[in-house]
């Protein structure tokens, strides 16, 4: 059997890879965490695996870190020069082998061939034979290759009698309870109970288990748009919030200028105070160049000045008031013949009332009154008389006194204007208030000056200026940098893309509450999904264990009869062949230092003839060194190929079986793999380039690849091709 191609994918750490092989020594270098490991294990997951009996940790376990879908694998391979095509998709679990005008798609089919072409039916047979790397020598060495023969061929050591009676009991063991009750019964009736259960729960489950598979699809569906709408939603959001950024930075850069225009302005404002600070300096000297009339002095004549304006109006005042008291006429004159006339009344009324008028001392009672009336009030208007006369001259004495206080107070006001050296008030109140108004002037300007400085010098102040230009500049670089200005976008746009952001982060939300929701039901159903896979496998599982069981039991009672010859055809060519063959490859391996090597007929020890000790030894140490050793327990293990797979030659996969061998002994490996080419198909993963030169195939990985050739020439691996069928793979169907 010949390996020809094999494509990966999504297969632990490789995601997609197709490795093209040779017939002879193929070798795969890299580094660790490369891809040795995983190729190997999906070379032989591909000629052992079971796609649709592999539990669903399995499926993960396989399936590559971030990836939503299954393994799957596609290998390609020669028997006889005939073409032949396996696929494995543990996705839908399914497997396909095609070749020759046939297609199988049975594990148990396939499974079957595959074994026979191989001449080793498990993987476990060949994991402990075909399969060779460090670690597993160092495990056969330590649990002893013996147990290990002993397993694959049945017999372990064991004496005939002993081997009888065991056959015995376990046909006993798995026929109770077949022919009637039984508390503990055999496997034979147990699976044969339980698959019976396992087809009736499948039966009840099958319903349950498409509904949860559409709420699946379903759920798949809603978790790749959600996927789609994270993305732009992502997107969108980068862009908004680096427009924001940049309005902020626009925001910023126009309050920059601003401090800017206001620093300018304020050196401007410093510029033009020192200017005026010493205008008013020129000015206060000329003012002060005569002298400057002083405020105490000023203040002093215009308060003199008001006085005589107030005594002057108050003579006004009272020459007016003596004109008006000179021009007002008598009053008492019209009281006086109101008097006389009330005395004619009075004479009257009394004459009438002699003579015995009726109204007579009426009349004379009305004249006495008037006439009391007009004496009484001629009295009162002579007494105002003499007191308005009072009055008047005294406001004449009144006016002489401020006449003449009025020449005094005009006198002494020119003297002061003497002393205030000014033609008039008004003049030195003038040169006053000027010499004030420039002295305020320049105390608002000084006040202004250190204001507008705030504390620090002109200097700090450019210095501030100079920092606030750089700041402006690189602000405006920013802006004008290609990944931001051809991303730009108008503050309405900005806005409208903060709508579109939000929106898709309400249509992420209410997915993912679908989502959840999805979970939710799925979770109810999922439970009776994964039951319905897990018994469709358990059932799967007891079917093919009945049928083995049954298989067995036929065996174990055909085997009763002919023990003997059974037990010395497998111990003998055992032996005989592993002894001859491994004798021979250690011999190559060893350069002929050690060239016997035996396994004991009892216990089936492998033991090799030392010189130095004279004696066969047993392959450990300290009788042999580490390499020695390792080399006995390779060469036991390359022979077993022969003597198991019954003449068949499968591939031999080496996982760096030779990492404790020295130059020489690594010449002498390759010495050994060109003879093993011969008739096997080798796979050597090795992390040296020590095997390079002898490689038929040169595979290179990498981290960042794979790289396939010869030593002379490297080439990239191809994709796959459907393999061509010639013919049947062989006379079965």
Do not use: C
Not at 94 to 118: A, F, P, Y
Not at 463 to 484: H, T
Not at 545 to 571: C, S
Not at 584 to 610: A, C, F, M, N
């Amino acid at each position: 059997m010949i390996l020809r191609r094999l494509r990966i994918q999504r297969f632990l750490g490789l995601t997609d890879a197709t490795f093209e092989f040779a017939p002879g020594i193929n070798v795969i270098v890299g580094p660790n965490e490369a891809g040795k490991s995983t190729l190997r294990r999906a070379i032989r997951t591909a000629l052992y695996g079971n796609p649709a009996g592999t539990s669903a940790k399995i499926r993960d376990e396989l399936r590559s870190w971030g990836e939503s879908e299954a393994s799957e694998l596609y290998l390609e391979f020669e028997i006889d020069g005939r073409e032949f095509a396996l696929y494995k998709d543990y996705g839908a679990r399914k497997i396909v082998l095609s070749g020759g005008g046939k297609t199988w798609d049975s594990h148990k089919l396939v499974q079957e061939r595959l074994g026979d072409v191989l001449g080793l039916p498990s993987v476990e047979l060949f994991e402990a034979t075909a399969q060779v790397a460090q670690a597993e020598l160092e495990r056969i060495q330590l649990t002893s290759i013996a147990k290990e023969l002993g397993r694959i061929v049945g017999g372990g050591g064991e004496d005939v009698t002993t081997a009888i009676r065991r056959l015995e009991q376990r046909i006993r063991e798995m026929e109770r309870g077949s022919r009637g009750m039984a508390k503990d019964p055999g496997v034979l009736k147990t699976l044969e109970t339980r698959a019976v259960a396992f087809r009736t729960q499948v039966v009840q489950l099958t319903a349950a288990a498409a509904d949860a598979e559409r709420k699946q699809r379903e759920l798949t569906q809603i978790r790749s748009q959600l996927a789609e709408r994270e993305a732009e939603f992502e997107a969108k959001r980068a862009l908004l919030e680096m427009n924001r950024q940049m309005l902020q930075d626009v925001e910023r850069l126009e309050g920059l200028r601003q401090q800017e225009t206001m620093l300018a302005e304020k050196m401007s404002q410093i510029e033009q105070t020192l200017t005026s600070l010493a205008d008013l300096d020129r000015r206060l000297e000329t003012a002060t160049a005569d002298g400057v009339p002083e405020e105490a002095a000023t203040k002093s004549a215009r308060s003199l000045m008001d006085r005589i304006a107030m005594r002057e109006q108050e003579a006004r005042h009272l020459r007016a008031g003596l004109e008006e008291q000179a021009s007002a006429l008598p009053t008492g004159r019209a009281w006086f013949g109101l008097l006389v006339l009330g005395i004619a009344l009075a004479i009257s009324g009394i004459a009438l009332g002699i003579t015995t008028a009726p109204y007579g001392w009426w009349l004379a009672l009305a004249g006495g009154l008037v006439a009391a009336i007009g004496g009484w009030r001629r009295s009162q208007i002579a007494e105002d008389e003499r007191r308005q006369m009072a009055r008047r001259q005294e406001k004449q004495a009144r006016l002489l006194d401020l006449d003449a206080e009025v020449v005094l107070d005009q006198q002494s006001f020119s003297d002061h204007l003497t002393r205030l050296r000014a033609g008039s008030l008004d003049q030195a109140e003038q040169r006053v208030r000027d010499y004030q108004d420039l002295v305020r002037a320049r105390q608002a300007l000084g006040d202004l000056l250190t204001a507008v400085r705030a504390g620090g010098s002109d200097d700090v102040l450019r210095d501030r200026w100079k920092k606030l230009r750089l700041d402006i500049f690189g602000i405006e670089e920013g802006l004008r940098a290609p990944e931001k200005a051809g991303r730009r976008l108008t503050p309405l746009e900005v806005q409208s893309l903060d709508v579109q952001v939000a929106r898709i982060s309400e249509e992420v939300k209410r997915a993912a509450d679908r989502e959840r929701r999805l979970t939710v039901e799925l979770e109810h159903l999922r439970g009776d999904a994964e039951t319905l896979t897990g018994l469709e496998e358990q059932l799967q599982e007891t079917e093919d264990g009945l049928i083995t069981a049954r298989r067995q039991h036929a065996v174990y009672a055909a085997a009763l009869d002919g023990l003997n010859e059974a037990r010395k055809q497998a111990e003998i060519p055992v032996r005989e062949v592993v002894s001859g063959k491994a004798s021979e490859y250690l011999r190559i391996l060893s350069e002929g230092r050690y060239e016997r090597l035996q396994v004991e007929k009892d216990s089936l020890q492998v033991k090799v003839w030392s010189d130095a000790a004279g004696d066969w030894v047993l392959p450990e140490e300290p009788h042999l060194s580490r390499g020695t050793v390792d080399l006995v327990y390779l060469s036991a293990r390359i022979a077993l190929v022969g003597v198991l797979a019954e003449g068949k030659q499968p591939p031999l996969l080496l996982d760096d079986p030779f990492v404790t061998f020295d130059e020489r002994r690594r010449a002498a490996a390759s010495r050994l793999l060109r003879e093993l080419s011969q008739t096997h198909q080798i796979f050597l993963f090795t992390s040296t380039r020590h095997f390079d030169k002898g490689a038929d195939r040169l595979i290179e990985l990498s981290i960042r690849g794979v790289e396939a050739g010869t030593p002379e020439e490297s080439t990239r691996s191809r994709a796959p091709v459907e393999a061509r069928p010639v013919g049947p793979l062989w006379e079965k169907s």
